[in-house]
């Protein structure tokens, strides 16, 4: 029998209600001959909840605990699910990451999905199971410990449980229609695509567009999974939502495809470190190991042997990151006369393949910019995105007015 893959995210199981509207699509789909395997997300809200409870109690944590918590969330639904595909008489039964086993590595809050054996699961079906419900986000460590993916993995999940059973379609079904140009909640003249290539989701999810998150994009595009978005709420036909798929299955398409952004960014200044050999490694190191994920880096030109690094962090990393490069400089690794953290910035990023081919975008979106009176504190680029640090405050008026300007509303 063909496999499809379902996964429903937070909001299309928020309610007892919800859950029931999913089961009914599920159950469509085991009529029309379908063995299902079904990924829930927690009920939304639930995952924010338990992040908050580990930061009250221990701001700090040991990961492996975190993940203990945090991970239970999609247990609830993962179960509520089954009992509610069981009171509509379709035969389905719950997973938990570490029964499947969905096996990771052991980077805990953020690990990588290893292997997943499809005997356990296969072997139900072939006793007549028709739905396999398994709780994402979480996997087992070879430790044994409970693992989840980082924030929004159950999207991972979906896509490599697609990978993992051949599954003829992975449908991520959210609380928006599909991918848009940008996100609907900035701007209403966000366009919903029909398509869009591998490289640019990547893109757009890596950049913030939280649809879907990165690494199942990744993994869809290693494992040729045919990856749709759609909504929850509405009726679909076979062509709803949008499909994430090669480049080579796209006729037309504008030159920036989306915009993304991230908000709660944070900007820190090292401000003057003696210019040396080996300076970015002595700075950097101790921020990798100490887990802060670093996006941008500046380094300015010197002066009389001094310069000021610049680099940009998660708002949620800074006390990290300050730790590591007070505890770096008191061992003399670096000197720095002073930290500076600007906690009140925000990402905003063009993508776009057409990017390649094509001049002068980097100079469009500065004058876009430039009209709203936006000034840029850092930009950095690539083959198919440029990436722009403002103040938070503008970051609405900076994703509109590009928008704007590369005429996203409009197709090709
Ligand atoms: P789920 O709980 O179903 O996983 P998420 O909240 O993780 O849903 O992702 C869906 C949200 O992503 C949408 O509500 C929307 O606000 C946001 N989003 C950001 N960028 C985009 C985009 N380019 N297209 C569609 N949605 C986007
Ligand atoms: N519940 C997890 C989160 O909120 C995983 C997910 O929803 O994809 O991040
Ligand atoms: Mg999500």
Redesign the pocket.
Known sequence: MPILVMK?????VATPDRIRRAAKRVGREVAAGYEVIVIV?AM?GETNKLVGLVDDVAPLYDAREYDAVVSSGENVTAGLMALTLQEMEVPARSWQGWQVPLRTTSAHGAARIEEIPTGNIAAKFAEGMKVAVVAGFQGVSPEGRITTLGR?G??TTAVAFAAAFGAERCD?????D????????ITDK?RKLEKIAFEEMLE?ASLG???LQTRSVELAMRYKVRLRVLSSFEDNDENAGTLVCAEEDIMESNVVA?V?YSRDEAKMTLVSVADRPGIAAAIFTPLSEAGVNVDMIVQNISEDGRTDMTFSCPVDQVARAEKAMVEAKAKGEINFHDLVADTDVSKVSVVGIGMRSHAGVAAQMFRALRDEGINIRVITTSEIKISVLIDRKYMELAVQALHDSFGLERAA
């Not at 991520?172 to 928006?176: C, E, G, M």
């Not at 599909?178 to 909640?185: A, E, L, M, N, Q």
């Open positions: 429903f995210g937070g909001t299309s997300s939304a929004g159950s999207d991520i079904y959210t609380d928006v599909g991918v848009y140009t940008t996100d609907p909640r966000a757009l567009a939280k649809v989306g993304a």
